[in-house]
């Protein structure tokens, strides 16, 4: 320190110059920094109330700030997803309806089902009903014939019944299986009984023991014969 009380003078009024100095910049700075967290609270409130409205600024938006090219093509982006969820609506829309449209099908096949069985379950009934009413008749014949006097020739009523009742048959698509001596045997409508001695060629009928049934192509009963063995 200098022994000049002028001089010291001079040096105590730098140093408190320059400490008012340092204390007004750090104040400055506190003031700054004070401003800037205010700003920053301020500018994050307001992200959350826009995040919030959904009112803010778009991924697209925060990208062209700082890349234009990139911000076109996340804005691409964002419109493609859009679409996109649109049709998926659209589609999901759309299956709702067929599956809709599916169950009232089912349902109206199911009673398609009923009716054509109540149906078919009628016209059977009908049928069978239809033919009673004509077999009916022959019993009827059968019985006046029996009514008549034991020595009374009943031999043609018979045959007059038997021929009506044939007739039931055939108009039902019964065909009698009544095959003729010497014809082939055929494992499908015929039953064999036996194996007899006969002047038939081998293996060929012989002889009916009982006629058999057949109703649209279907065997109802096979006709009963016996085969030849041959002479």
Known sequence: MSDDPAESVTDANADAETDAASDAAAQTAEDAATDADG???SAESAAEESG???DGPTVADRVAEYDDDLAAEVAALEARVDDLEAERDEAEAAAEELQSRLKRTQADFQNYKKRAKKRQSQIKDRATEDFVE?????????????DQDEDADIRGGLESTLKEFDRILEDEN??????EPGTDVDPNRHEVMMRVDSDQPADTVADVFQPGYE??????RAAQITVSKGE
């Open 174 to 179: 019964v065909e009698i299986i009544d095959p």
């Open 39 to 41: 700003e920053a609270s």
């Open 215 to 220: 109703m649209a192509d279907k065997v109802i």
């Open 52 to 54: 919030a409205t959904g």
């Open 134 to 146: 004509r077999v009916v008749t022959v019993r009827d014949n059968l019985v006046r014939a029996l």
